[in-house]
């Protein structure tokens, strides 16, 4: 971990289902609970080898109801629908906000092309 990917200002902006992360060289980053959600660095979505993992579906309205500090590394999420197992480093997270829109994309895509909903 870096200094860059520490945020020094995070907050969860509930009404717009937002995870905002702010930096230390003055980028922000709001990350949609939705995306933190498909995108969890549990293994139960990421999988247990290489590859894309297990595609998320139905997550649109899936809420942030706990956020739990670990260490001086990470943060712990826990959604709506009971998924608690990922630990979000700060590394992994500015990753995901310098790439959002790539990620995005690529999940759209992965759940036109298996059948999938966001509903």
Known sequence: MTQSTRPIDIRLRRKS???RLEYADGSCHELPF???RVYSPSA???G???GPGTLQTGKRQVDITGAEMVGNYAVKLTFSDG????LFT??????LGDRQQQVWQDYLRRLEEQGG???
């Open 90 to 95: 700060w590394d992994y997270l500015r990753d």
């Open 44 to 46: 139960e979505v990421r």
């Open 83 to 86: 998924h608690d197992s990922g």
């Open 48 to 50: 247990h080898g290489t």
């Open 17 to 19: 289902r937002l995870l």
């Open 117 to 119: 909903s966001r509903d």
């Open 34 to 36: 939705e995306l933190l």
